[in-house]
């Protein structure tokens, strides 16, 4: 089917979208503030998006879409002290379950993300922590944070391509695929600021993983912050692994996650900026990639009189691990344009390839549309 004709056959799912971004734009502008103490916060959006496959025998070209809504309460009754609680509501799985790709081409929360999360037996919350700063005087800050976390709060941050909902739709472009940094699960993290250099620290305990096992969690990040005549650039290393509780390749033996991961971003003068995402991990445990390399530009609308506004394009390679994949690759662009301070929507392209060891593997063409309110 050609992609001209995709909308065209779908078109009581983009009556649904349109309906989304209407009640988008009337959402209040600000997370709310109930009183000094109490702020409520959130994310909703929504997004269409159309596969036309090749090579992709059991899959069809189609639109699908998915809604999710993800609440945010933070609880502050001292200047040092936040409790925070996040949850999910989520409208359908988008293509996860109709595309050939191992890659999501959106990684917001779905449906089926949201159902007995990490075998806890858990829907719905995300995350519930509490934090504390600690007066360190001096050009320094320390914060310590307990609770039902998401490691990707703390690790493999970038500038530029770090949100699903605000920046690139695809899982290759939203985080290193390759990393094992988990969420929504049981953990502490401390954050160690000093001068221009940052130091995280995560570790977690998880319910179950896709062998049903129970496994441990460490990541450990340090970031740091460089001004300079181009403009602010941040330049990071995250080392990050698991305990020995995930099958290998061949299902016999238990083997655990050992990752390394640098994640740089620049400004390049008042219109540009630029990303690069560099990742290895071990091959003892079964993984469908090894490494991952990424980057991309950003295009700010200052420079044609839309400030707001940004364009993104960027590009990942990544080499399979010790299961079927022999290599994927991923393109994206989009364009962003943001209306008024709360709603902001997307248009998004992308090109995935996957090559199996022992086949071509698919690839296609997925169009977008993106509707997000940040209040």
């Known amino acids: 089917m050609a992609i001209k004709t995709f909308f065209i056959c779908s078109m009581n799912k983009l009556y649904q979208f349109a309906a989304l971004a209407l009640l988008l734009i009337s959402s209040p502008a600000n997370a709310y503030d109930v009183n000094d103490q109490l702020s409520i916060g959130g994310i909703l959006a929504g ?14 070209d189609t639109c699908e879409s998915q809604v999710p809504f993800l609440p945010e309460f933070s609880f502050r009754p001292t200047e040092a002290d936040e409790v925070f609680f996040k949850l999910g509501f ?27 999360i990490n075998g806890r037996n858990r829907d719905t919350l ?8 600690f007066d360190t005087g001096n050009d320094s800050t320390l914060g310590a944070t307990f609770g039902i976390i998401d ?34 699960d049981i953990g502490a993290a401390v954050e160690w600021g000093f001068g221009s250099w940052d130091i995280r620290a995560v570790v977690m305990n998880i319910g179950e ?50 990752s390394v991961l640098l994640s740089f971003d620049q400004e390049l003068g008042d219109r540009l900026g630029a990303f690069i995402r560099l990742g290895w991990q071990s091959d003892k445990a079964a993984d469908e990639y090894e490494a991952i390399y990424s980057g991309g530009i950003d295009i700010k609308g200052s420079a044609w009189g839309r400030n ?7 590009y990942a390679y990544l080499y399979g691990g010790s299961l079927d994949i022999e290599n994927s690759q991923v393109a994206e662009a989009y364009y962003r344009w943001q209306m008024g301070e709360v709603f902001a929507l997307t248009a998004d392209i ?26």
Request: glycine fraction near 10%; charged fraction near 15%; aromatic fraction near 12%.
């Open 47 to 60: 997004s269409m998006q159309c596969q036309e496959l090749t090579d992709a025998p059991g899959f069809s």
């Open 90 to 116: 989520t409208a359908a799985n988008g293509l996860n379950t109709k595309s050939p790709f191992q890659l999501s081409s959106w990684a917001a929360t779905s449906e089926d993300d949201l159902r007995n």
């Open 126 to 133: 995300l995350t519930a922590w509490y934090k504390h700063t």
């Open 151 to 184: 490691a990707t709060d703390y690790l493999d941050e970038n500038a530029y391509a770090n949100d699903e909902y605000t920046q690139f739709m695809n899982a290759a472009l939203t985080n290193g695929p390759n990393v094992f940094i988990p969420s929504y």
């Open 209 to 258: 993983n896709d062998d049903g096992n129970e496994y441990g969690f460490y990541g450990l990040q340090a970031g740091y912050h460089l001004d300079s005549s181009l403009g602010a650039g941040n330049y990071r290393l995250v080392i990050a692994g698991t305990s020995k509780d995930f099958l290998n390749a061949a299902g016999t033996q238990l083997e655990n996650h050992e």
């Open 308 to 314: 707001g506004d940004n364009i993104g394009v960027g």
């Open 350 to 375: 992308q090109y995935q390839q996957d090559k199996y060891k022992t086949d071509t593997g698919p690839s296609g063409v997925i169009l977008g549309f993106r509707a997000t309110a940040e209040f």
